[in-house]
């Protein structure tokens, strides 16, 4: 299709991304601020990650952030995955609207409805609120992103390469894991990856459902923001959005050079 | 057989079971529908009953603050007993309190305000990426999710620095000499519909990126040849073709927006009056569980026909790509 890229167009979207992008290269170009004042700008430092460094209470929040997340995400990848399965391949069985609607509706409750319920569940069945039922809401919450990646894959996937491994005799648990899993791969891992970054972001469920000794560094840092906007927060938020950004770069190059090699092993088979 | 299977519980596929030639049969069937099933029925929709159960029940001195418990010792007749105990009286209480009240309109208007700038920014957004050079778009759309993977909580951070008096945006105008005194953005409901739009931007351009990168432009040309302006062509023919990227993207701002927490704590300032910092302030300051729970019930009741919306957007999506 030819396309005509007129200049209003293309003015949008610069000024969209611009918008998008500019508070957070700020907030990163403030974090090297020399001064203790966010805003006015007195020459380039790093001794605020050193501070940051020093801070045992965000340490300790970071470790805590970092299961909670690695746990959660693995636990919701697997259940995503399956809840995935379910909607793609079984389009008929009882209680499917319920179910479909149960995947569904996670994405757009507001947080403080999912995290009110789930710690009023947590005090009915008497769990204390700790790290267990912080990783508990944060696996029921990203399982539902995990199966909306997940399906949005399956759902476009060759069915007749399972029957063809079928009519070869491979029984269904192999054929999934030979052919199912492989092809669905990419989509799981950034899966695993929304999740995790979506247990690392979340202030509202874990305020609701943690309790004391799992603090959640969202959690530590919205204690101090309300204190006021520090360099030392900057740093802090910077250091996070490094983290997200490396993991989001590696996953891209990763899925490329799959996809890459799997075009080239499609032109070999083809030449033979 | 295939009417014994169709017809013993959530575990069954469809009666085609043989055509669909799917992976595992019996066991592994069940399990793969079962296992999240069974989770999201435990730690989302019971909980949701709770909440409802709580919302019915009187505050109390005592851990769980409120009261009646309901206890398996109690056994039978005082289950029931209990049941009686429960009341309307915190739902009374919210209509009696303007506060509420209030805060449950000025949810409604933020939230719908905010949508509306959003699907104005956004839409010529997503239409110039819909236009781009082929090549260029998985990059375009890349760098739209990405602000997503971005801590939301650290996006509205940013917006402190950059709104408050002595703040960039400040420090920028009086520098151009626009103004001369600082403007007071910061604790204003402004500050609160630019975090909103800010934060939500790319849940309301990808769905209309999705629907406008499908639009055949020849209609619109055609419209063009045939003497019809460039705005009437765009209200009969683009935007009613966008319409279901409209629908999911104005549903994907405006649910969680009527609940938010974080913009209108951080940048809205004591001042503004939204439910979700109603129902944080009631749960986290005041301690009174039913009332939140209130809170929760009829902010659910509200959002009930918009999610409904979005479901059926989502599904009308997944059927078309089958």
Not at chain 1, 147 to 154: D, G, I, Y
Not at chain 1, 240 to 260: D, M, Q, W, Y
Not at chain 2, 140 to 147: A, E, F, N
């Amino acid at each position: 299709m030819n396309t005509t890229w007129s200049r209003f167009n293309i003015a949008s979207v610069v000024l969209g991304f611009a918008f998008l992008y500019l508070p957070i290269v700020l907030l990163i170009i403030f974090s090297f601020n020399e001064s203790k004042l966010v805003t006015v700008w007195a020459g380039f430092s790093t001794k605020w990650y050193g501070e940051l460094f020093r801070n045992q209470g965000l340490i300790d929040a970071a470790w805590v952030t970092a299961r909670v997340g690695f746990i959660s995400a693995s636990f919701a990848t697997v259940l995503g995955t399956l809840a995935a399965l379910a909607l793609t391949r079984y389009t008929r069985f009882r209680g499917r609207v319920l179910f479909s609607g149960m995947v569904f509706a996670p994405l757009v409750m507001p947080e403080v409805i999912t995290g009110l319920s789930l710690l009023l569940l947590f005090v009915a069945i008497g769990l204390d609120r700790g790290f267990l039922t912080v990783t508990l809401a944060h696996i029921t919450f990203s399982m539902c992103f995990v199966a909306v990646v997940v399906q949005s894959r399956l759902i476009t996937f060759d069915r007749s390469l399972e029957e063809a491994a079928m009519d070869l005799g491979a029984p269904p648990v192999r054929t999934f894991f030979a052919i199912t899993l492989p092809v669905i791969l990419p989509a799981i891992i950034s899966g695993w990856m929304l999740a995790f970054t979506l247990s690392l972001d979340d202030l509202v469920i874990a305020s609701f459902t943690s309790g004391p000794g799992a603090t959640t560094l969202p959690m530590k840092i919205y204690s101090q923001v309300r204190l006021g906007v520090t360099p030392e927060i900057n740093a802090a938020c910077t250091l996070l959005i490094a983290v997200v950004a490396a993991g989001v770069l590696i996953a891209s190059v990763v899925n490329k050079s799959r996809e890459v090699q799997r075009q080239r092993d499609e032109q070999a088979a083809q030449r033979n | 057989m295939a009417q014994t299977t169709a017809s013993d519980g959530i575990g069954t596929y469809s009666a085609a079971a043989p055509a669909e030639g799917g992976l595992g049969r019996a066991i592994g069937n069940r399990l793969v529908i079962l296992v999240p099933y069974l989770w999201l029925l435990v730690f989302f929709l019971v909980p949701f009953l709770i909440v409802f159960k709580i919302s019915l029940s009187t505050t109390a001195i005592a851990m769980p603050p409120y009261m009646p418990v309901f206890g398996l010792e109690d056994g039978i007749s005082g289950f029931f007993g209990n049941l009686r105990e429960l009341t309307l009286d915190n739902y009374i209480w919210l209509t009696e309190d303007a506060l509420y009240f209030n805060a449950y309109i000025s949810s409604i208007v933020i939230a719908a305000v905010s949508t509306v700038i959003t699907l104005a920014v956004g839409f010529p957004i997503a239409y110039g990426m819909a236009r781009a050079p082929t090549a260029l778009r998985p990059t375009l759309l890349m760098l739209v999710i990405l602000p997503f993977w971005t801590s939301f909580l650290i996006r509205v951070y940013a917006w402190i620095g950059i709104l408050k008096p002595e703040g960039l945006l400040n420090q920028f105008l009086i520098w151009t000499g626009v103004i001369d005194q600082p403007l007071q953005i910061l604790n204003t409901h402004t500050a609160i519909y630019i975090g909103i739009v800010y934060s939500y931007l790319p849940f309301m351009v990808l769905p209309l990126y999705s629907a406008l990168e499908k639009m055949d432009y020849t209609l619109v040309e055609a419209a063009q040849d045939l003497g019809c302006p460039p705005i009437s062509a765009f209200w009969k023919i683009t935007f009613p073709l966008a319409l279901p990227g409209v629908v999911a993207g104005a549903m994907l701002v405006f649910i969680p927006a009527m609940g938010e927490f974080v913009i209108p704590d951080l940048l809205g300032g004591s001042q503004t009056l939204m439910i979700g910092k109603t129902l944080w302030n009631e749960f986290f300051n005041n301690r009174d569980w039913p009332v939140s729970s209130a809170v929760a019930v009829i902010l659910l009741l509200l959002l009930v026909v918009p999610i409904m919306l979005f479901q059926q957007s989502q599904a009308r999506a997944q059927e078309k790509s089958r």
